[in-house]
Protein backbone atom coordinates (compact mmCIF):
# COMPACT_ATOMS: atom_id res chain seq x y z
CA UNK A 1 0.00 0.00 0.00
CA UNK A 2 1.37 3.37 -1.40
CA UNK A 3 1.27 6.54 1.40
CA UNK A 4 -1.23 8.05 -0.20
CA UNK A 5 -3.35 5.14 -0.11
CA UNK A 6 -3.21 4.27 3.35
CA UNK A 7 -4.09 8.41 3.92
CA UNK A 8 -7.02 7.75 1.91
CA UNK A 9 -7.98 4.79 4.08
CA UNK A 10 -7.56 6.28 7.14
CA UNK A 11 -9.60 9.54 6.14
CA UNK A 12 -12.27 7.16 5.12
CA UNK A 13 -12.44 4.76 8.27
CA UNK A 14 -12.52 8.02 10.23
CA UNK A 15 -15.17 9.75 8.45
CA UNK A 16 -17.45 6.08 8.72
CA UNK A 17 -16.76 6.32 12.60
CA UNK A 18 -17.82 9.91 12.79
CA UNK A 19 -20.88 9.10 10.76
CA UNK A 20 -21.06 6.44 13.09
CA UNK A 21 -20.74 8.02 16.07
CA UNK A 22 -23.44 10.51 15.12
CA UNK A 23 -26.05 7.77 14.26
CA UNK A 24 -25.42 6.57 17.80
CA UNK A 25 -25.23 9.70 20.18
CA UNK A 26 -27.95 11.66 18.30
CA UNK A 27 -28.81 13.83 15.24
CA UNK A 28 -26.58 16.54 15.04
CA UNK A 29 -25.53 17.79 12.19
CA UNK A 30 -21.37 16.82 11.23
CA UNK A 31 -19.62 19.78 9.06
CA UNK A 32 -16.49 18.63 7.62
CA UNK A 33 -13.42 20.57 7.65
CA UNK A 34 -13.27 20.95 4.59
CA UNK A 35 -16.70 22.49 4.47
CA UNK A 36 -16.08 25.54 7.06
CA UNK A 37 -12.48 25.93 5.70
CA UNK A 38 -14.28 27.06 2.61
CA UNK A 39 -17.14 28.62 4.63
CA UNK A 40 -14.91 31.43 6.53
CA UNK A 41 -11.84 31.36 3.61
CA UNK A 42 -9.42 29.23 5.38
CA UNK A 43 -10.28 31.05 8.57
CA UNK A 44 -9.20 34.11 7.62
CA UNK A 45 -8.19 36.34 10.29
CA UNK A 46 -10.55 39.51 8.44
CA UNK A 47 -13.76 37.00 8.90
CA UNK A 48 -12.05 36.74 12.80
CA UNK A 49 -15.63 38.29 14.54
CA UNK A 50 -14.50 37.16 17.62
CA UNK A 51 -12.41 35.57 20.63
CA UNK A 52 -13.58 34.33 23.79
CA UNK A 53 -12.60 31.90 26.41
CA UNK A 54 -13.59 28.89 24.21
CA UNK A 55 -11.87 29.91 21.11
CA UNK A 56 -12.31 32.19 18.20
CA UNK A 57 -15.47 32.80 16.71
CA UNK A 58 -15.27 33.32 12.55
CA UNK A 59 -17.87 34.42 10.35
CA UNK A 60 -18.65 31.98 7.03
CA UNK A 61 -21.17 31.56 4.39
CA UNK A 62 -21.95 27.72 3.31
CA UNK A 63 -22.43 26.70 0.28
CA UNK A 64 -26.45 27.40 0.62
CA UNK A 65 -25.76 30.99 0.83
CA UNK A 66 -26.30 30.86 5.07
CA UNK A 67 -24.24 32.74 6.79
CA UNK A 68 -22.86 30.73 9.98
CA UNK A 69 -20.70 31.83 13.30
CA UNK A 70 -17.99 29.15 13.21
CA UNK A 71 -16.49 28.69 17.08
CA UNK A 72 -12.78 26.77 16.86
CA UNK A 73 -12.69 25.70 20.65
CA UNK A 74 -9.31 25.95 21.94
CA UNK A 75 -7.20 22.81 21.44
CA UNK A 76 -7.67 22.89 25.62
CA UNK A 77 -11.09 22.07 25.31
CA UNK A 78 -10.39 18.91 23.55
CA UNK A 79 -12.50 15.57 24.75
CA UNK A 80 -13.80 12.08 23.18
CA UNK A 81 -15.60 12.74 20.08
CA UNK A 82 -18.63 10.62 21.57
CA UNK A 83 -18.72 12.95 24.76
CA UNK A 84 -17.93 15.53 22.76
CA UNK A 85 -21.56 14.77 20.32
CA UNK A 86 -23.41 13.38 23.82
CA UNK A 87 -22.73 17.51 25.04
CA UNK A 88 -24.09 19.31 22.44
CA UNK A 89 -26.74 16.85 21.32
CA UNK A 90 -28.54 18.90 24.32
CA UNK A 91 -27.81 22.21 23.00
CA UNK A 92 -28.77 20.92 19.54
CA UNK A 93 -32.36 19.98 20.41
CA UNK A 94 -32.68 23.18 22.41
CA UNK A 95 -34.97 25.68 20.39
CA UNK A 96 -36.47 28.66 21.13
CA UNK A 97 -37.07 32.07 19.75
CA UNK A 98 -34.50 34.02 22.38
CA UNK A 99 -31.48 31.32 21.60
CA UNK A 100 -28.69 31.34 19.43
CA UNK A 101 -29.50 28.12 17.29
CA UNK A 102 -26.31 25.37 17.04
CA UNK A 103 -26.66 24.34 13.52
CA UNK A 104 -24.08 21.57 14.06
CA UNK A 105 -20.40 21.10 14.47
CA UNK A 106 -17.21 19.27 13.45
CA UNK A 107 -15.20 16.49 14.73
CA UNK A 108 -12.61 15.60 12.76
CA UNK A 109 -9.51 14.44 13.95
CA UNK A 110 -8.71 16.87 17.25
CA UNK A 111 -10.87 19.41 16.01
CA UNK A 112 -13.90 20.70 18.33
CA UNK A 113 -15.60 23.27 15.76
CA UNK A 114 -19.62 24.52 16.61
CA UNK A 115 -21.46 26.02 13.94
CA UNK A 116 -24.08 28.55 15.13
CA UNK A 117 -26.58 30.75 12.64
CA UNK A 118 -25.33 33.90 12.56
CA UNK A 119 -26.20 37.21 14.29
CA UNK A 120 -26.10 40.23 12.81
CA UNK A 121 -25.97 42.88 15.27
CA UNK A 122 -23.29 41.24 17.10
CA UNK A 123 -23.31 41.40 21.12
CA UNK A 124 -24.76 43.68 23.56
CA UNK A 125 -21.39 44.45 24.96
CA UNK A 126 -20.55 45.70 21.21
CA UNK A 127 -23.39 47.69 20.59
CA UNK A 128 -25.03 48.86 23.41
CA UNK A 129 -21.99 48.85 25.96
CA UNK A 130 -19.14 48.91 23.68
CA UNK A 131 -16.47 51.68 23.41
CA UNK A 132 -17.02 51.83 19.59
CA UNK A 133 -20.76 51.97 19.90
CA UNK A 134 -23.07 50.77 16.54
CA UNK A 135 -25.47 53.09 15.43
CA UNK A 136 -28.08 51.38 16.48
CA UNK A 137 -30.57 53.08 18.64
CA UNK A 138 -31.20 51.65 22.10
CA UNK A 139 -35.09 53.24 22.34
CA UNK A 140 -36.88 52.10 25.32
CA UNK A 141 -39.18 49.95 23.03
CA UNK A 142 -35.90 48.22 21.89
CA UNK A 143 -34.64 47.79 25.25
CA UNK A 144 -38.03 46.30 26.59
CA UNK A 145 -37.70 43.52 23.79
CA UNK A 146 -34.23 42.73 24.58
CA UNK A 147 -34.56 42.58 28.48
CA UNK A 148 -38.23 40.16 28.08
CA UNK A 149 -36.58 38.51 25.19
CA UNK A 150 -33.43 37.04 27.24
CA UNK A 151 -35.49 36.53 30.57
CA UNK A 152 -37.59 34.40 28.27
CA UNK A 153 -34.78 32.50 26.92
CA UNK A 154 -33.83 32.21 30.28
CA UNK A 155 -36.49 30.79 31.75
CA UNK A 156 -37.13 28.39 29.12
CA UNK A 157 -33.83 27.07 30.03
CA UNK A 158 -34.27 26.63 33.58
CA UNK A 159 -37.77 25.76 33.62
CA UNK A 160 -38.57 24.28 30.50
CA UNK A 161 -35.82 22.21 29.11
CA UNK A 162 -35.23 18.54 30.36
CA UNK A 163 -32.84 18.66 32.57
CA UNK A 164 -32.99 22.00 33.16
CA UNK A 165 -30.09 24.04 32.41
CA UNK A 166 -27.76 27.01 34.28
CA UNK A 167 -26.19 28.87 31.52
CA UNK A 168 -23.04 30.13 34.04
CA UNK A 169 -22.03 32.94 31.95
CA UNK A 170 -24.78 35.29 31.33
CA UNK A 171 -23.48 38.55 30.39
CA UNK A 172 -23.89 41.38 27.77
CA UNK A 173 -21.42 39.60 25.37
CA UNK A 174 -23.33 36.39 25.56
CA UNK A 175 -26.45 37.97 24.08
CA UNK A 176 -26.51 38.29 20.68
CA UNK A 177 -28.66 40.52 18.10
CA UNK A 178 -30.03 39.37 14.86
CA UNK A 179 -31.27 41.54 12.24
CA UNK A 180 -34.15 42.90 13.95
CA UNK A 181 -32.71 43.00 17.34
CA UNK A 182 -34.24 40.27 18.66
CA UNK A 183 -31.79 38.72 21.96
CA UNK A 184 -30.55 35.61 21.34
CA UNK A 185 -29.07 34.11 24.41
CA UNK A 186 -25.37 32.31 23.38
CA UNK A 187 -22.68 29.97 25.14
CA UNK A 188 -25.58 27.68 27.00
CA UNK A 189 -24.96 24.02 27.50
CA UNK A 190 -20.88 24.75 27.16
CA UNK A 191 -20.15 23.97 30.70
CA UNK A 192 -19.16 20.36 29.72
CA UNK A 193 -17.26 21.07 27.08
CA UNK A 194 -14.33 23.56 29.39
CA UNK A 195 -11.20 22.05 30.11
CA UNK A 196 -11.23 19.12 32.44
CA UNK A 197 -9.62 20.28 35.22
CA UNK A 198 -11.81 23.51 35.18
CA UNK A 199 -13.83 24.60 38.24
CA UNK A 200 -15.03 28.13 38.65
CA UNK A 201 -11.81 28.32 40.31
CA UNK A 202 -9.68 27.75 37.52
CA UNK A 203 -8.00 30.24 35.34
CA UNK A 204 -10.54 29.27 32.56
CA UNK A 205 -12.60 32.49 31.53
CA UNK A 206 -16.07 31.67 33.28
CA UNK A 207 -17.98 34.83 34.13
CA UNK A 208 -17.06 38.51 34.71
CA UNK A 209 -16.62 38.88 38.29
CA UNK A 210 -19.13 41.74 38.20
CA UNK A 211 -21.84 39.87 36.93
CA UNK A 212 -20.90 36.65 39.42
CA UNK A 213 -23.26 36.07 42.59
CA UNK A 214 -21.09 36.24 45.91
CA UNK A 215 -22.32 32.59 46.15
CA UNK A 216 -20.89 32.12 42.68
CA UNK A 217 -18.00 34.37 43.94
CA UNK A 218 -16.95 33.15 46.72
CA UNK A 219 -17.94 29.25 46.90
CA UNK A 220 -18.55 28.42 43.49
CA UNK A 221 -22.27 27.54 44.21
CA UNK A 222 -23.66 27.66 39.88
CA UNK A 223 -27.44 27.15 40.52
CA UNK A 224 -30.20 28.90 38.35
CA UNK A 225 -30.33 31.49 41.26
CA UNK A 226 -26.92 32.55 40.37
CA UNK A 227 -27.84 33.18 36.89
CA UNK A 228 -30.79 35.07 37.79
CA UNK A 229 -28.02 37.20 39.99
CA UNK A 230 -26.26 37.89 36.71
CA UNK A 231 -29.91 38.61 34.63
CA UNK A 232 -30.22 41.07 37.21
CA UNK A 233 -26.94 42.99 36.43
CA UNK A 234 -27.46 42.66 32.54
CA UNK A 235 -31.42 44.40 33.39
CA UNK A 236 -29.60 47.33 35.13
CA UNK A 237 -26.87 47.68 32.21
CA UNK A 238 -29.43 47.84 30.03
CA UNK A 239 -32.03 50.40 31.25
CA UNK A 240 -28.74 52.28 32.64
CA UNK A 241 -26.81 52.23 29.54
CA UNK A 242 -23.73 51.35 30.62
CA UNK A 243 -21.06 48.73 31.90
CA UNK A 244 -21.34 47.71 35.43
CA UNK A 245 -18.48 48.28 35.92
CA UNK A 246 -16.42 51.75 35.26
CA UNK A 247 -13.01 52.12 36.82
CA UNK A 248 -13.30 56.03 35.39
CA UNK A 249 -16.42 57.29 37.15
CA UNK A 250 -15.89 58.41 40.88
CA UNK A 251 -15.42 56.03 43.54
CA UNK A 252 -19.21 55.85 44.29
CA UNK A 253 -20.28 55.30 40.89
CA UNK A 254 -17.78 52.82 39.86
CA UNK A 255 -19.94 49.67 40.65
CA UNK A 256 -23.60 50.20 39.04
CA UNK A 257 -25.26 47.35 41.41
CA UNK A 258 -24.01 49.96 44.28
CA UNK A 259 -24.96 53.07 42.52
CA UNK A 260 -28.46 51.74 42.27
CA UNK A 261 -28.46 50.58 45.89
CA UNK A 262 -27.59 53.88 46.95
CA UNK A 263 -30.24 55.89 44.50
CA UNK A 264 -33.00 53.31 45.61
CA UNK A 265 -32.33 53.86 49.05
CA UNK A 266 -32.51 57.78 48.84
CA UNK A 267 -35.73 57.52 46.43
CA UNK A 268 -34.19 58.64 43.44
CA UNK A 269 -33.83 55.39 40.82
CA UNK A 270 -34.95 56.89 38.47
CA UNK A 271 -31.30 59.03 38.30
CA UNK A 272 -29.51 55.72 36.99
CA UNK A 273 -32.04 55.17 33.35
CA UNK A 274 -29.19 56.36 30.59
CA UNK A 275 -29.61 59.65 29.69
CA UNK A 276 -29.78 59.30 26.23
CA UNK A 277 -33.51 58.07 26.36
CA UNK A 278 -35.75 60.35 26.04
CA UNK A 279 -37.98 60.01 23.21
CA UNK A 280 -40.31 57.03 23.79
CA UNK A 281 -39.05 56.12 27.44
CA UNK A 282 -41.46 54.93 29.70
CA UNK A 283 -40.21 55.94 32.94
CA UNK A 284 -42.28 53.94 35.26
CA UNK A 285 -41.91 50.74 33.83
CA UNK A 286 -37.90 50.98 33.49
CA UNK A 287 -37.96 51.94 37.10
CA UNK A 288 -40.31 48.72 37.74
CA UNK A 289 -36.91 46.81 35.99
CA UNK A 290 -34.94 48.30 37.76
CA UNK A 291 -36.70 47.50 40.69
CA UNK A 292 -37.00 43.82 39.10
CA UNK A 293 -32.80 43.73 38.62
CA UNK A 294 -32.46 44.67 42.11
CA UNK A 295 -34.70 41.74 43.08
CA UNK A 296 -32.48 39.72 41.13
CA UNK A 297 -29.65 40.67 42.50
CA UNK A 298 -30.39 40.36 46.26
CA UNK A 299 -27.82 38.96 48.20
CA UNK A 300 -30.06 36.00 49.58
CA UNK A 301 -30.10 33.98 46.61
CA UNK A 302 -33.50 32.12 48.13
CA UNK A 303 -35.13 35.70 47.85
CA UNK A 304 -34.26 36.03 43.98
CA UNK A 305 -37.17 35.25 42.56
CA UNK A 306 -37.57 32.83 39.49
CA UNK A 307 -37.03 33.43 35.53
CA UNK A 308 -40.74 32.73 34.94
CA UNK A 309 -41.40 35.30 37.82
CA UNK A 310 -38.86 37.85 36.22
CA UNK A 311 -40.93 37.40 32.62
CA UNK A 312 -44.04 37.83 34.59
CA UNK A 313 -42.69 41.03 36.32
CA UNK A 314 -41.38 42.64 33.26
CA UNK A 315 -44.73 42.16 31.59
CA UNK A 316 -46.83 43.53 34.18
CA UNK A 317 -48.58 40.17 34.51
CA UNK A 318 -47.11 40.34 37.89
CA UNK A 319 -47.15 43.61 40.98
CA UNK A 320 -43.39 45.16 41.20
CA UNK A 321 -44.43 47.44 44.03
CA UNK A 322 -45.93 45.31 46.59
CA UNK A 323 -42.23 43.27 46.04
CA UNK A 324 -39.81 43.35 49.21
CA UNK A 325 -36.61 44.29 48.13
CA UNK A 326 -33.31 43.22 50.80
CA UNK A 327 -29.75 44.49 50.19
CA UNK A 328 -27.97 43.03 47.24
CA UNK A 329 -24.97 40.84 47.03
CA UNK A 330 -22.23 43.94 46.59
CA UNK A 331 -18.57 43.26 44.83
CA UNK A 332 -17.51 45.47 47.20
CA UNK A 333 -18.58 43.33 50.30
CA UNK A 334 -16.30 40.81 48.33
CA UNK A 335 -13.29 43.05 49.25
CA UNK A 336 -14.45 43.44 52.70
CA UNK A 337 -14.53 40.10 53.13
CA UNK A 338 -12.30 39.13 56.67
CA UNK A 339 -10.84 36.32 54.37
CA UNK A 340 -7.51 37.58 52.69
CA UNK A 341 -8.49 40.77 52.09
CA UNK A 342 -5.16 42.18 51.14
CA UNK A 343 -5.13 39.04 47.86
CA UNK A 344 -8.29 39.89 47.36
CA UNK A 345 -7.78 43.57 46.70
CA UNK A 346 -4.55 43.18 44.62
CA UNK A 347 -6.52 40.03 42.28
CA UNK A 348 -9.51 42.62 41.69
CA UNK A 349 -7.14 45.75 40.93
CA UNK A 350 -4.77 43.72 38.26
CA UNK A 351 -8.12 42.14 36.74
CA UNK A 352 -9.24 45.79 37.06
CA UNK A 353 -5.85 47.42 34.90
CA UNK A 354 -5.48 44.07 32.80
CA UNK A 355 -8.85 45.20 31.31
CA UNK A 356 -8.39 48.95 29.98
CA UNK A 357 -8.26 47.62 26.52
CA UNK A 358 -11.84 46.37 27.06
CA UNK A 359 -14.51 47.42 24.86
CA UNK A 360 -15.57 49.84 27.55
CA UNK A 361 -12.74 50.74 29.02
CA UNK A 362 -13.70 49.54 32.63
CA UNK A 363 -13.94 45.97 34.52
CA UNK A 364 -17.64 44.93 34.28
CA UNK A 365 -17.65 43.32 30.57
CA UNK A 366 -13.96 42.36 30.48
CA UNK A 367 -14.02 38.26 30.39
CA UNK A 368 -11.27 37.65 33.35
CA UNK A 369 -10.09 34.33 34.78
CA UNK A 370 -12.79 32.96 37.00
CA UNK A 371 -9.97 32.87 39.75
CA UNK A 372 -12.44 33.60 42.49
CA UNK A 373 -11.51 34.77 46.14
CA UNK A 374 -12.27 31.07 47.26
CA UNK A 375 -8.96 30.72 44.88
CA UNK A 376 -7.32 33.13 47.29
CA UNK A 377 -8.55 31.24 50.39
CA UNK A 378 -7.52 27.82 48.66
CA UNK A 379 -4.17 28.19 48.39
CA UNK A 380 -3.41 30.00 51.36
N1 LIG B 1 -23.53 33.37 16.59
C1 LIG B 1 -22.81 34.48 16.50
N2 LIG B 1 -23.09 35.43 15.59
C2 LIG B 1 -22.37 36.55 15.48
N3 LIG B 1 -21.33 36.85 16.26
C3 LIG B 1 -20.97 35.95 17.20
C4 LIG B 1 -21.68 34.72 17.37
N4 LIG B 1 -21.11 34.05 18.39
C5 LIG B 1 -20.11 34.81 18.84
N5 LIG B 1 -20.01 35.97 18.13
C6 LIG B 1 -19.04 37.05 18.31
O1 LIG B 1 -17.83 36.50 18.75
C7 LIG B 1 -17.44 37.09 19.99
C8 LIG B 1 -16.73 36.06 20.81
O2 LIG B 1 -17.66 35.11 21.26
P1 LIG B 1 -17.29 34.08 22.37
O3 LIG B 1 -18.56 33.45 22.83
O4 LIG B 1 -16.23 33.18 21.88
O5 LIG B 1 -16.65 34.97 23.50
P2 LIG B 1 -17.32 35.89 24.59
O6 LIG B 1 -18.79 35.70 24.61
O7 LIG B 1 -16.82 37.29 24.38
O8 LIG B 1 -16.69 35.32 25.91
P3 LIG B 1 -16.99 33.91 26.57
O9 LIG B 1 -16.06 32.92 25.98
O10 LIG B 1 -16.73 34.12 28.01
O11 LIG B 1 -18.43 33.57 26.26
C9 LIG B 1 -18.74 37.58 20.60
O12 LIG B 1 -18.53 38.64 21.49
C10 LIG B 1 -19.52 38.03 19.38
O13 LIG B 1 -19.12 39.33 19.04
MG1 LIG C 1 -19.77 33.98 24.33
Not at 53 to 79: D, H, I
Not at 324 to 336: A, Q
Request: a positive charge; charged letters at 25%; one cysteine or more.
Amino acid sequence: MTCFQFFVKLKRSQQQQDLQLNKSVGNVKLFSFKELRAATGDFCPVNKVGEGGFGSVYKGTLRNGTNVAVKVLSTESKQGVKEFLTEITSIYNTVHENLVELYGCCTEGQRRILVYNYLENNSLAQTLLGANRSNIQFSWKTRYKISVGVARGLAFLHEEVEPHIVHRDIKASNILLDRDLTPKISDFGLAKLWPPNATHISTRVAGTIGYLAPEYAIRGQVTQKSDIYSFGILLLEIVSGRCNTNKRLPQDEQFLLERAWALYDQGELERIIDASLTEDLDIKQACKFLKVSLLCTQDSAKLRPSMSTVVKMLTGVRDVESEKITKPGLVSDFMEMKIHKKKANELFQSMSSSSNSSHCGSLGNTTCPSMTFTAIVDRE
